[in-house]
């Protein structure tokens, strides 16, 4: 299966602290994805990184990827507690569908 | 825009009764996703339409489940008989691709609980 693996399962911080969620998957890529989900409602598109790029910023979010590698990891920097929620990485192989991992719960304690 | 518009939000059923999901994607979209998630295999793709064509559906589980899309409009997804293991949430996303790239950002509706008893 080409589905990725998020790593930690579950990140607990305090607000202003950085968050690091990695994410690994196991065939080559077209692009990963970042996507983020709030108890309740749909997932919501972050950033999309292309298989070519290495490093992408999008306001406090920060994306690496490392196709030697297969993994990838996403910052957020001077977290906040409106950024609890679970984040999904998302992986594009060329023609084939999206597939997502299982998820980071990321927990910010004001 | 609106975004992507599921109906409805939330669905309690009886095992054995027929089970209709529905999805208005972002105008001008020209691919249609359905997405089953669950605590235990997380999100799953059920299907995807490609200007209004199902492309993949391996991930409908079994002949139980079907998807139509009878314009770009407009997507159902039905469950018949439901079976209380199909009780998840259902997301439905769309996206705009270019060159068949149908996978580019998707944008999620809300969802729709489902609850088969």
């Known amino acids: 299966s080409q589905q990725g693996e998020e790593d930690p399962q579950a990140l607990s911080i305090q607000e202003g602290e950085n968050a690091t969620m990695n994410c690994s998957y196991k065939t080559s890529i077209n692009n990963l994805q970042w996507y983020r989900q709030n108890s309740g409602r749909g997932l919501v598109h972050l950033i999309l990184?292309?298989?070519?790029?290495r490093e992408k910023h999008s306001g406090r979010l920060r994306v690496t990827l490392d196709t030697s590698k297969k993994s990838s990891s996403l910052l957020i920097t001077a977290s906040r507690a409106a950024d609890t929620a679970s984040y999904f990485c998302a992986q594009r192989a060329s023609g084939s569908r999206l597939t997502f991992g299982e998820g980071t719960q990321l927990t910010v304690n004001p | 825009d609106a975004g992507v518009i599921q109906s409805p939000r939330h669905e309690v059923t009886e095992m054995g009764q027929e089970v209709t999901l529905r999805c208005k994607p972002i105008?001008?979209?020209?691919?249609l996703f359905w997405y089953r998630q669950t605590m235990m295999r997380g999100l799953e793709l059920l299907i995807y339409?490609?200007?209004?064509?199902?492309?993949?559906d391996s991930g409908m589980p079994e002949d139980r489940f079907s998807a139509k899309m009878p314009n770009a409009s407009f997507s159902t997804l039905k469950i018949q008989p439901s079976e209380p293991r199909d009780s998840a949430v259902y997301f439905c996303a769309s996206s705009f691709g270019q060159g068949g790239a149908t996978n580019e950002k998707l944008f999620f509706g809300s969802g729709t609980q489902l609850s088969v008893l």
């Open positions: 990184i292309r298989s070519n790029e």
């Open positions: 105008s001008g979209h020209n691919s």
């Open positions: 339409f490609n200007n209004n064509v199902p492309i993949d």
